[in-house]
């Protein structure tokens, strides 16, 4: 536990430039991009996609709180802040919440980007089931390869470093935010700082909010908050194990969940029909109950979903 928590700490102090591949296996398919990084500790990162070829060229600044996308085919700049990424790699609680459901075993060495690491993996506790591995840089701590997995044990997502240099001279000019002539500026999603004073929270929001009766062994409520989206108020509960993520979303005014480019699809539950979508690791379901828009987001599979929505039914 002492290297996790080295390995979390460790890009608040470590600077480098590198390339990281990463692929994600969803139900029928794989994804894989490239990017180069830069990032300079401790809080300034630039990532240029080298692949696939519908995103070469495109780049993301993140600076502190604030990211910004430059979308080169469209000329336009997305802009977003989220407060939580101030300390969601050092955040104290989740180390505490992975000591509490998590066991921590030792694997063997490997040579990744050239450089000696450390593995470690993360078994859940109640399940068994193997979550994580990850690969720490023996004189770094930093995480130069990472595996997630499915709850059947399949791999659901990997990254690593293919190429990796330690510098901090890094010239500060590439993390320059400045919208480019002929670009616009597009606002993106300002998310709302979460508290941990959920009962002001939803005293806030406007309209009785209804929480889960039933989550999965390990997860609990670890914060709360609200965010006004084309007008509509919604009330998120985000629940945590400390690796894996549970976001619950409620609105009172009609406001359906946004598929995307992707289909949805059917699942009945309690009486309730609801819509369902699957990207890669993570899964949507949405409902409606009592004049209230619900929305489950995890990586978890459907079926705890599933679980988890019926126990919400008021």
Request: hydrophobic share 40%.
């Amino acid at each position: 536990m002492k290297l996790l928590r080295a390995c979390i700490l460790a890009p608040q102090s470590v600077s480098y430039v590198g390339q990281l591949e990463t692929l994600r296996f969803g139900t029928n398919r794989a994804e894989a991009t490239i990017v180069r990084l830069e990032h300079l500790a401790p809080d300034m990162t630039r990532r240029w996609y080298l692949a696939p070829e519908a995103l070469y060229g495109d780049y993301t600044i993140t600076r502190g709180i604030s990211t910004y996308q430059f979308d080169t085919r469209h000329a336009r700049v997305v802009t977003s802040h989220n407060p939580a990424l101030e300390n969601q790699l050092a955040a104290s609680d989740s180390l505490g919440l992975i000591t509490q459901n998590y066991r921590a075993v030792l694997g063997s060495d490997e040579t990744v980007a050239g450089r000696k690491t450390d593995s470690v993996l993360l078994v859940n506790k109640y399940t068994g089931e193997r979550a994580v591995r990850v690969w720490i840089d023996e004189r770094t701590n930093l995480v130069l390869k990472k595996e997630q997995y499915r709850a059947n044990g399949s791999v659901v997502a990997e990254s690593r470093f293919e190429e990796l240099r330690y510098t901090a001279s890094i010239p500060r000019d590439i993390f320059a935010t400045t919208v480019p002539a002929g670009f616009t500026r597009v606002a993106g999603r300002d998310y709302a700082s979460p508290k941990t004073d959920v009962s002001r929270v939803v005293k806030d929001a406007g309209f009785k909010s209804v929480i889960p009766k039933y989550l999965p062994e390990g997860f609990t409520l670890v914060s709360a908050d609200t965010s006004t989206v084309d007008g509509v108020k919604t009330l998120h509960f985000l629940y945590s194990d400390g690796l894996r993520d549970l976001s619950l979303f409620e609105n009172a005014l009609g406001a359906a969940a946004d598929f995307g480019k992707l289909k949805p699809q059917a699942v009945s539950f309690e009486g309730h029909d609801a819509q369902y979508v699957e990207d890669g690791p993570t899964t949507l379901l949405t409902w409606e109950e009592h004049d209230l828009h619900f929305a489950l987001v995890s990586d978890l599979v459907l079926r705890d979903l599933v679980d988890i929505a019926i126990s919400v039914v008021p």
